[in-house]
């Protein structure tokens, strides 16, 4: 989380850069809206600050655009959001997405929100469990469709297990959290902030991590907004990236704002926002890619993806780099 200044002045730039794609742009675009829909949520910490400092709200006003706020619990929920049209932007993992869109849900993939290690297997000092091998039989606490789900079929794979070999219990992440903390499941596909929040007040403990197995955090936004409304893409990453270089410059300003809007210990938060959030990439690039579709070759060969999906194709309809391209990493 932290930067030289040399670096902070080339992420303003980037920011600058940002906005000065806007000017000119088509304004009849934003005059035709009248309204953005944008999600926050506890594993976005940087849409938390945009959402405290009203820099959307800024943003708009003068186009007299209101923005509408609505939290996502999880990235199934983004997901839900996005398809029903309640938001225009969703903040979800990167193979959630993907998952999201071969099923049907119409979104690009615009801007690298965070690169996380947001999620691993978590259990109680009570149970015994050391080892991925050690979850047969048990009953695991997860959230289908997000990057803890994905990241335990991952772990599950990689023994020669599936999810048929464990009993899934489907809660949402702080619902997971508190079944593991009263012994009413054995494991959990943790997620922060709830993860760091047990591990440091419950004594739970995290005994399968794998930072390269966590896929993004990405900003979706609905296809037929980007079609209709390019500019407003524009300008709405060109405020992300105001967020971006806030929050690398003021760690412990980011770091409250996580405490006043997730109710956590100052601790809790720095301990994801110290130790498991990068912020210093947020373009869709190569890297990205390469993450997601070795995720989603998991997730074909666990039956979650059709047999008959193009995988290559399918990351071609759903990453869409061409606005995060121009903008620089830390």
Do not use: C
């Not at 929920?77 to 969703?90: Q, R, T, V, Y």
């Not at 995290?206 to 955090?217: Q, V």
């Amino acid at each position: 989380m932290s930067v030289t200044k040399r670096s902070f002045l080339k992420i303003a730039a980037a920011g600058l850069l940002a906005s000065s794609l806007t000017l000119g742009a088509g304004a009849a675009s934003a005059e035709s809206l009248d309204r953005i829909g944008v999600d926050f949520a506890y594993y976005n910490p940087v849409s938390l600050l945009i959402k405290q400092k009203g820099w959307f709200e800024e943003e708009f006003a003068k186009d007299n655009i209101t923005v509408e706020w609505v939290q996502s619990h999880g990235s199934n929920k983004a997901l839900e959001f996005l398809n029903a049209g309640s938001i225009d932007f969703g903040s979800t993992a990167g193979a959630a997405a993907v998952v999201g869109k071969s099923n049907g849900v119409p979104i690009k993939t615009i801007y690298i929100y965070s690169k996380p290690e947001w999620t691993a297997l978590v259990t109680r000092p009570d149970t015994g469990i050391a080892t991925i091998e050690d979850l047969k039989g048990k009953s695991i606490a997860v959230t289908r469709g997000t990057d803890p789900y994905i990241f335990l079929l991952r772990a599950l794979s990689s023994v020669g297990l599936t999810e048929k070999d464990v009993n899934i219990v489907l809660l949402q992440h702080p619902d997971g959290a508190n079944a593991l903390a009263s012994e009413q499941v054995d494991a959990w596909a943790g997620l922060d902030p709830y993860m760091a929040k047990l591990e440091l007040e419950s004594g739970a403990i995290l005994f399968f991590r794998n930072a390269d197995w966590n896929t993004y955090g990405t900003l979706n936004v609905r296809e037929e907004f980007a079609a209709a409304h390019p500019d407003v893409v524009k300008r709405v990453l060109a405020v992300y990236e105001k967020g971006r270089a806030y929050a690398i410059a003021h760690p412990d300003e980011l770091q409250a704002v996580l405490v006043e809007a997730a109710k956590l210990a100052p601790e809790v938060a720095a301990k994801q926002l110290g130790e498991r959030t990068d912020l210093s990439n947020p373009r869709v690039d190569e890297g990205v890619r390469a993450t997601l579709e070795a995720a989603s070759t998991i997730l074909q060969e666990q039956g979650i993806l059709k047999a008959d999906v193009d995988i290559a194709a399918l990351l071609d309809s759903l990453l869409d780099p061409q606005y995060s391209a121009q903008l620089a990493t830390q």
